[in-house]
């Protein structure tokens, strides 16, 4: 067999003469036949890998002064930003009630729909003073938000507002789309599982409580209080009326439009609500649950001193292993307590310049040696 190209089929990549076959003529000739197809790129700079590039050549002139310049930039920022997370004060208490000398452990095995709620007072002692804004964290433990089929168990167009969804939930709700045959508002497992305990906050003075003041509103997201989360449109603003032909889900004491007595913090908009909708990615997280405005700036927000957690305990974790905390958190410029990027930035940097140093002696002692081998003559 033989195969012939011309010049310009070389410069091109397409063969326009035939190819001889044994027993027969020409195929893909000038007679009749389909054009052979050929599995060669195109001359193209791009296909035959003829495009301008550039690539550095590592020398110790450039890669000593990187090593370096990163370790004393990454060092500093990384002692910066640990310093500054050390200096958030935090305070945490676990109050799952596991432990039989807790005060919650009569609590332990509370269910749902348990009336009268379980309650229990922890007393703790501050031994700093909390000087900025408080912030007070709900956290739950190995609790798995992330679960595929509990993300998705939810309706977004219902959440909005929309009228149509709210009497015909998504099946992405399933089982708790409808109950008694009535549809769930808000529906799915997510809304199902809200945490409901209650927690209150007093301050111990010559055995006199002092209630702390709460603040409910401002916890949840602006996008998502302002343009996620909707209640139904209808005549009025009687949240009764317009949820008419819903019912409550299924672990929920109340229905959705008695969550709160103010208007602008009840129904879908409840940001108690909204806030444990956003689902965590770790079977270990916090949610904001209220806030603690600094009254004067010649007083500290929560002094040192003894304060005692008054817990409406409705919020069942025992069955599944679960824990539950309350903590308090100041917040910093670069947010809550974590000393885990500050100790990433050390470690990269001292690592760097530690390179650095090795690399130079290294340089230092072997670099001006001749390599080259002499050439006998």
Known sequence: MAVNYSAKEEADGH????????????????????????????????????????????????????????????????????????????????????????PCNKCLNVSWDSTPPCTCTINFTLEHAFESNVFMYYGLSNFYQNHRRYVKSRDDSQLNGDNSSLLNPSKECEPYRTNEDKPIAPCGAIANSMFNDTLELYRIDNDTRTPITLIKK???????????????????????????????PVNWPKPVYMLDSEPDNNGFINEDFIVWMRTAALPTFRKLYRLIERK???????????????????????SFDGRKRMILSTISWMGGKNPFLGIAYITVGSICFFLGVVLLFIHHKYGNRNTSADIPN
């Open 15 to 102: 063969p326009s003469g035939g190819v001889g076959v044994p027993g027969g003529g020409a195929v893909g000739g000038g007679g009749g036949g389909g054009a052979v197809k050929t599995r060669k790129p195109d001359n193209t700079a791009f296909k035959q890998q003829r495009l301008p590039a550039w690539q550095p050549i590592l020398t110790a002139g450039t890669v000593l002064p990187a090593f370096f310049i990163i370790g004393l930039i990454f060092i500093p920022i990384g002692i910066g930003i640990f310093v500054t997370s050390n200096n958030i004060r935090e305070y945490e208490i676990d109050y799952t009630g596991t432990e039989p000398s807790s």
């Open 218 to 248: 401002g916890i949840a997201w602006w996008t998502d209080k302002n343009v996620k989360f909707r209640n139904p449109t209808g005549d009025g603003n009687n949240l009764t009326a317009l949820f008419q032909g819903t019912t409550k």
């Open 296 to 318: 004067n700036n010649f007083q500290p927000t929560l002094q040192a001193g003894k304060y005692s957690l008054d817990i409406a305990y409705n919020y069942p974790v025992h």
